[in-house]
């Protein structure tokens, strides 16, 4: 999942952008208003939420959030702000945001913010099964039998994209959109690296690998139904 955060305090910025990355988030940061257009414009597809800051130089949050909505209706937007009154709340929601949250904030409260419009945005839950494995997004756990099984963030990340898309093909191109971020220098055989090393922590050897190689265009996780 791929995330960004328009913010021009680096102290905020630096700090969410380590505690998303953790959960296992691609996170893209812009620190003023035109370059956080530019990279939302750009990227519209690839964001599955945008965190924007109220104030910031060159460009609001606001005119920012503005410009989004009239290419994307349905990209969650969360407003970051120091702002503390009602009207200024209510006036982030008209300009077509799904949530805002007041500075000072804790990370858990954004995080669990951005896994709630996340499930509602795709209506999705936040625990997946396949074969024997589980994956717990709340928790941020994966266990295999029941046992937990340890991933990097990247696996964890590049699992969590699979799983979410249980039964589908994933490319490869899409697979790097969303699961690393712009500053990825594209290198075909990283995937490859990170499926192996899935593989070889989920895998029983007894049957068959949980994640199915597509020759020539992605990979996939079987659905079981
Ligand atoms: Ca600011």
């Known amino acids: 999942m791929r995330l960004l955060i328009v913010e021009d305090e680096s102290s905020i910025s630096n700090f969410l952008k380590e505690g998303f990355e953790e959960e296992g988030f691609a996170v893209d940061t812009a620190d003023n208003g035109k370059k956080g257009l530019t990279l939302a414009m750009d990227n519209l597809e690839e964001y599955d939420v945008i965190l924007?800051?109220?104030m910031l130089p060159g460009m609001s949050g606001i005119e920012i959030c503005r410009n989004i909505r009239q290419e994307n209706k349905q990209i969650p937007i969360?407003?970051?702000?120091?702002?503390?009154?009602?009207?200024?709340a209510v006036f982030g929601l008209e300009t077509g945001a799904n949530d805002y949250i007041r500075k000072p904030f804790s990370?858990?409260?954004?995080?669990?913010?951005?896994?709630?419009?996340?499930?509602?945005?795709?209506?999705?839950?936040?625990?997946?099964?396949s074969q024997n494995i589980e994956m717990n997004l709340d928790k941020h756990?994966?266990?295999?039998?029941?046992?937990?099984?340890?991933?990097?963030q990247k696996e964890f990340a590049l699992l969590e994209y699979l799983l979410r898309n249980k039964g589908k093909?994933?490319?490869r191109t899409r697979i790097i959109e969303k699961v690393w971020d712009i500053h990825f220098?594209?290198?075909?055989?990283?995937?490859?690296?990170y499926i192996n090393a899935l593989r070889k922590k989920l895998d029983d050897p007894s049957q068959p690998s949980l994640i199915q190689t597509i020759r020539g265009v992605g990979y996939k996780i079987e659905s079981e139904e």
């Open 52 to 54: 924007l800051d109220w």
């Open 185 to 193: 220098d594209y290198n075909n055989s990283v995937i490859d690296v």
């Open 141 to 152: 756990t994966v266990t295999k039998f029941g046992k937990s099984v340890e991933l990097t």
């Open 107 to 129: 990370f858990e409260e954004l995080l669990a913010r951005v896994r709630v419009l996340m499930r509602s945005h795709t209506s999705e839950s936040t625990v997946f099964q």
């Open 169 to 171: 093909v994933c490319r």
């Open 78 to 88: 969360i407003f970051l702000t120091a702002k503390d009154t009602v009207d200024d």
